[in-house]
């Protein structure tokens, strides 16, 4: 699967992107709409749609289950709901939102989600009283009654071992964030996928695992991988994904891009990204270079991937990528 970056090409690009042989569109909480895309790409048929992710902590789990089943039934059947919780300073000062506890949060989000799923599913009476959510009259009006695909899978985006642990027990999938590298993924997710699949009984084949890997395609100096810079170090000045850089023994970055970022200034921050972070958290070069990274990231973990572009990649350029996946 690949992005799609906005509403004004939604239904051109998605159309190109399965040409070029992509499985599926997936969206992101960025400076549009994460579901009106998706929305238009379900014209273009036979395409997996996915939000990867919609925040989650800003919306009503009612809001969202309507917006979830409508882009169910406009896909055939092939929508995923893919949620995030954020960092706690976006939700509480770009969303005004409340971010307390944010796994337990999360987790009584999905169980909220699930029963409304069901209420309209099968009929049985609405009946959710948790913590944070309450949602205890669901009538006829307002149940949709033109669903025969049932309610879509729940993914969430994790990063850090507590949520990632407890996605491993609630949900149907885990979307390992884009900021990572192949050592992270083997040393700190995979582990806590392991302890969260044995706390709740799980079976590995009951979670699925999708990794989302940025890529950056074009020759060594190419200006794209100046736009991956910046990209990888507008994450790498967020206390949250400093785990990823302490893994692999970068740690004292995170604090110097975060105060540049507190001083505004992104060009520069950039420039602290060398190569060697670079080429260990994005996939860069060719496509066949490309493909072999990825290949090489998730080999034995899953074999389907998100590929997070900082700008919209050449669709011949991903038809390579995903020709040379599947060879």
């Known amino acids: 699967m690949t992005a799609l970056f906005g ?11 399965r040409e070029a042989g992509a499985s599926g569109v997936f969206t992101f909480e960025g400076p549009h709409d994460v579901f009106t895309p998706l929305t238009l790409a379900s014209t273009v048929g036979d395409l997996d749609l996915m ?15 309507h917006q979830a089943i409508d882009h169910q039934i406009l896909s055939g059947g092939r929508f995923t709901l893919g949620l995030g919780t954020q960092i706690r300073t976006q939700i509480e000062k770009r969303f005004g939102a409340n971010f307390d506890r944010p796994v337990a949060r999360m987790s009584e989000f ?14 049985e009476r609405l009946d959710f009283r948790g913590e944070y959510y309450r949602h205890t009259l669901m009538t006829p009006t307002f149940t949709p009654r033109d669903n025969p695909y049932g309610p879509p899978p729940i993914y969430v985006g994790a990063l850090g071992p507590r949520l990632t ?36 009984g799980r079976d590995a084949g009951e979670l699925a695992i999708v990794p989302e890997i940025i890529v ?36 004292d970055l995170q604090p110097e891009l975060n105060a540049l970022s507190k001083q505004g200034r992104w060009q520069e921050m950039g420039s602290l ?20 990274h990825i290949r090489d990231r998730v080999a034995g973990v899953s ?5 997070y572009q900082p700008g919209p990649i050449a669709v011949d350029s991903l038809a390579q990528i995903v020709d040379a996946l599947r060879d």
């Open 7 to 17: 509403p004004r090409d939604a239904i051109g690009r998605a159309a190109a992107l």
């Open 51 to 65: 939000t990867n992710v919609a925040i989650a902590f800003p919306r009503n789990p009612i809001h969202l289950a």
């Open 110 to 123: 999905v169980a909220a989600l699930r029963a409304i799923f069901a209420a309209w599913d099968t009929g």
């Open 165 to 200: 642990r407890a996605t491993a027990q609630f949900a149907d999938g885990l979307l390992v964030m884009p900021f990572g590298s192949k050592r992270f993924l083997h040393e700190a997710t995979l582990p806590a996928v392991r302890d969260g699949l044995a706390a709740a």
């Open 216 to 251: 950056s395609v074009g020759s060594e100096n190419d200006p794209t991988h100046d736009a991956t810079r910046r990209l990888l170090a507008f994450y790498g000045s967020t206390p949250a994904y400093r785990p990823v850089l302490d893994v692999h023994g970068w740690g």
């Open 273 to 292: 990204i060398d190569d060697e972070v670079l080429h260990t958290i994005a996939a860069c070069g060719s496509p066949a270079d490309v493909a072999a």
């Open 303 to 307: 074999d389907r991937i998100c590929l």
